[in-house]
């Protein structure tokens, strides 16, 4: 998986407890995404980060957070989880940049309930 | 982990048999393609990608067909295996200031008779 870990890779939790999901690359890529994937859905983005400390929404980010402080960690942070956050959670990281298109790659993923 | 489970559109192909899987993407200014396979329990990987100055790429023994004049691409598997089944997604590629956003499509389900 392209040297990428998500933490943990399952979880289960109350309604109104904080959550941070983490992903963990040693690829050194500069781009790191979140992203939910729920049935009929497919894979949406919740945020995204640039660069250490730069980070951006994507279409889905209502209720959730994210912090990148050094390159190889991006967190997701559920400061209050509802029942609709119950998903799985894919990690992907990706080195290009505007110019340059290049593909994701992709974590296991983590499967969260929120009871 | 698994894909996104019920509701999916589905390709029941014999083993040996050409697969064909379609997608429509929406954006025209969307500028890179890509497929992804997902197996249960598993992330999405890479198939093959193409951009949008190309119409075709081949890869072994896949190929991406890009039609721009009615934003449709297509993936097709030759000589399907029990392997290629999976969940196939189209991804694509909208650039903006900060990096690249994949956009991804609903996902068919591929199922391969022995």
């Known amino acids: 998986d392209a040297g990428i870990t998500q933490s943990p890779r399952h979880k289960v939790t109350e309604t109104g407890t904080p959550v941070t999901l983490r992903c963990h690359q040693t690829?050194?890529?500069?781009?790191m995404y979140w992203y939910r994937q729920d049935p009929g859905h497919g894979l949406r983005l919740i945020h995204y980060?640039?660069?250490?400390?730069?980070?951006d929404k994507g279409e889905v980010s209502d209720g959730y957070s994210v912090s990148r402080s050094k390159t190889e960690d991006f967190l997701l942070t559920l400061e209050s989880a509802t029942s609709s956050q119950t998903s799985v959670y894919f990690c992907?990281?990706?080195?290009?940049?505007?110019?340059?298109?290049?593909?994701?790659?992709f974590g296991q993923g983590t499967r969260l309930t929120v009871v | 982990g698994e894909s996104v489970g019920l509701h999916l559109p589905t390709l029941s192909v014999q083993e040996g048999d050409n697969s064909i899987i379609n997608c429509a993407y929406s954006?025209?200014?969307?500028?890179?393609f890509i497929w992804y396979k997902q197996e249960s329990g598993k992330g999405p990987q890479f198939i093959i990608d193409?951009?949008?100055?190309?119409d075709k790429r081949q890869g072994q023994r896949v190929t991406v067909l890009l039609n721009k004049t009615v934003k449709h691409l297509s993936l097709q598997i030759a000589a399907t295996q029990p392997g290629d089944s999976a969940v196939y997604f189209c991804?694509?590629?909208?650039?903006?200031?900060?990096?690249?956003?994949?956009?991804f499509g609903g996902g068919t389900r591929l199922m391969v008779k022995p």
């Open positions: 992907a990281i990706s080195e290009g940049g505007p110019a340059m298109n290049t593909e994701a790659f």
């Open positions: 690829e050194n890529h500069r781009y």
């Open positions: 980060s640039y660069g250490v400390k730069d980070t």
């Open positions: 954006n025209s200014a969307s500028d890179y």
């Open positions: 193409i951009r949008s100055n190309m």
């Open positions: 991804a694509e590629n909208r650039n903006n200031n900060a990096g690249n956003m994949l956009t």
